[in-house]
């Protein structure tokens, strides 16, 4: 039963930056939701999921299944941000121009 109980909790284990990240990600859907004059209400019924669930996603909880922050992006016609999200690599672009900037010497 420890062993259960220390599996449950790793989602917790994030860096305070990411955490952050996550927390302003979770603000960020809630604007989202109140700019588009929706209520949590409208958004439990939308989703299927309960109050207890979409308040996690609007205070960004680690431990929110990644699908069900996407069908709240859904719901509020943004899951093409999703999508994005990981398509925007600045990193891998630098570092793939690196390596072709070296072959190139």
Do not use: W
């Amino acid at each position: 039963m420890v062993g259960d109980m220390a599996k449950r909790d790793l989602h917790n284990v994030l860096f305070p930056k990411q955490r952050k990240i996550l927390t302003h990600f979770g603000e960020d859907l809630l604007l989202a939701m109140k700019r588009r004059g929706f209520t949590k209400k409208l958004l439990c019924e939308r989703t299927g999921f309960d109050h207890k669930t979409v308040n996690k996603v609007f205070a960004g909880d680690p431990g929110v299944a990644i699908g069900t922050y996407l069908k709240v992006m859904a719901v509020l016609g943004m899951e093409s941000n999703f999508a994005e999200m990981a398509a925007h690599d600045e990193v891998g672009i630098k570092l793939q121009n690196i390596k072709l900037l070296e072959g190139s010497k």
